[in-house]
């Protein structure tokens, strides 16, 4: 997934995310409330794990688990804006405002997605119409 991601809207300059896992990021006491998270001292991307998709049940066509794979790639999408901001070391690393925007447009027109805006950066690409429709 990272190396489509990276190839198609980075146009290759990130490294490899050193590892992709599923945590307990929402809920609980110690939840960070956030539905992915990149850790820059790792180098990794830890994803919900209400996101953890089946890949026997996509491939026996499930809509729901084929929802879940569609969050995690964008989820994934975002993390790597985070990623590229801390390894081109841009302005304002790991937030939200114009480096991660300056990085995202281009890769949203590469990926053919919605660009983010000021108002839209933190919860880019969109998920919530996914959560809705399939209740993840």
Known sequence: MCNDI???G???RLSRPA???WHALTGGEDSLGAFAVYLRFTRGIAIDERFRFSPDAMRAGDAREEAKLE???RLVVH???HQDQYELKANG???HGASFIEIATPVADALRMPAPTADTAKKWPDVSGLIAAFKL
Do not use: H, L
Request: net charge negative; proline share 6%; aromatic share 12%.
């Open 10 to 12: 980075f146009v290759p």
């Open 6 to 8: 990276n190839e198609q």
């Open 93 to 95: 690393r790991g937030g």
């Open 19 to 21: 590892d992709i896992d």
């Open 79 to 81: 993390e790597m804006v």
């Open 71 to 73: 969050v995690a790639y």
